[in-house]
């Protein structure tokens, strides 16, 4: 079955520094991946995706996300940070029959002055 | 253009009460799925249409819930005889033809049931 794990349900960092939310999967299948944020009361925003071909992907707001096979890992990280992006953030894989986003429990990141 | 909306925003129900939850989907797109999500949890699917088609349900947490989309646009949730664990946002997404895995979501509807 597949899954995603991310690790640490909270991360802080200062405005300006680097952020890193940490996202492992398990597939059977060549994954198709993805990060979503999720403001206050809000609906969940695509962030960037992986599906095939480049393993680095950009995504907006100045994210990016590597695919790592080997490490079955898709990590998000942002060189800087800004107080607008403390949000909820969620990594998801698309299930093997093709009819719905598998997510992680989510990491709150929190960025202060 | 809009995107997908849900109506309610918020829904109290006492326990015991049947409710319907709303979503309008980005128009032309085919594919609408249902997620719940509880508090402090990431989206846990629930349903998945094709235009009218109810092409996975596996989700759906008992048959006290129950979906539709009977003309290929709007769909609706129906939670009936609500109880307390059915507290949770409730968020609906859709995606256009031949990129199903891009779900763009709605602001979702939370439900209280007290």
């Known amino acids: 079955a597949q899954s995603v794990t991310q690790l640490g349900s909270h991360v802080s960092v200062s405005e300006g520094a680097l952020v890193l939310l940490r996202c492992n999967y398990s597939s059977s299948v060549p994954p198709y991946l993805f990060w979503y944020v999720q403001y206050p009361n809000q609906g969940l925003q695509l962030l960037l995706k992986y599906t095939t071909g480049a393993t680095l992907v950009k995504g907006i707001n100045g994210f990016e996300a590597e695919f790592k096979k080997s490490e079955t890992s898709f990590h998000l990280t942002k060189p800087s940070a800004h107080m607008s992006d403390a949000a909820e953030y969620f990594c998801?894989?698309?299930?093997?029959?093709?009819?719905?986003?598998?997510f992680g429990k989510g990491t709150t990141l929190s960025v202060s002055s | 253009g809009a995107g997908v909306s849900q109506s309610p925003r918020y829904k109290v129900a006492k326990r015991g009460q049947d409710v319907a939850l709303r979503c309008d989907p980005i128009?032309?797109?085919?594919?609408l799925f249902w997620y719940q999500q509880a508090l402090g949890q990431g989206p846990e699917f629930l349903t998945y249409f094709q235009n009218e088609a109810q092409l996975d349900k596996s989700g759906l947490p008992s048959d006290r819930f129950f979906a539709e989309r009977p003309e290929g646009s709007v769909s609706t949730l129906k939670i009936q005889r609500t109880q307390q664990e059915d507290s949770a946002v409730y968020l609906c997404?859709?995606?256009?033809?031949?990129?199903?895995?891009?779900?763009?979501f709605g602001p979702g509807t939370r439900l209280t049931v007290t």
């Open positions: 997404a859709s995606s256009s033809p031949g990129s199903s895995y891009e779900q763009y």
């Open positions: 998801a894989v698309w299930n093997q029959a093709g009819t719905a986003l598998i």
């Open positions: 128009s032309g797109h085919v594919s």
